[in-house]
C-alpha cells in the first residue's frame, strides 16, 4: 500500500490534542479466557477490527481495576498524564484509576 499523509488543522482558538493510532495487524489478536469487564465504559465504535470504549471520571473519582480478553491500548486522553498510553496482553489486568482534581478521561483500543 502507498504511504498516507494525515493533515489536520486547527481553524479555532482553542487548543486541541491529537492521537492518531493506525491498526496494522492483519491477523486478530489472541484470545485470553478472561471475563470482558465493561462497566463504567461507554463504546464510541466498534467494527470487526477494534472496539474504542471511553471512560471518563470526575475529580476524585475511582475506576475499578477491570481487564479485557483480547489485547487493548489505553491512552490517557486527559488527566494526569495526557498523552500517555500502555499496551495490555490479552487478559491482563488494568490496576485502578483514580481522577485528579481536573478530572480524567482515558481510551481504550481492543484489537479484534
Known amino acids: 500500500t502507498p504511504p498516507y499523509v494525515h493533515r489536520v488543522a486547527n481553524i479555532g482558538d482553542t487548543t486541541i490534542h491529537i492521537v492518531d493510532i493506525e491498526v496494522l495487524a492483519t491477523r486478530p489478536t489472541r484470545r485470553a479466557s478472561a471475563p470482558d469487564e465493561l462497566a463504567g465504559h461507554e463504546v464510541v465504535v466498534e467494527n470487526a477490527r477494534v472496539r474504542l470504549s471511553r471512560v471518563v471520571l470526575p475529580p476524585g473519582a475511582t475506576f475499578p481495576e477491570h ?44 484489537i479484534k
Open 67 to 110: 481487564r479485557h480478553p483480547r489485547g487493548w491500548l489505553e491512552v490517557v486522553v486527559r488527566g494526569s498524564q495526557p498523552g500517555n498510553y500502555r499496551w495490555h496482553e490479552p487478559g491482563d489486568r488494568m490496576p485502578a484509576v483514580t481522577a485528579g482534581p481536573a478530572g480524567a478521561e482515558i481510551a481504550e483500543i481492543e
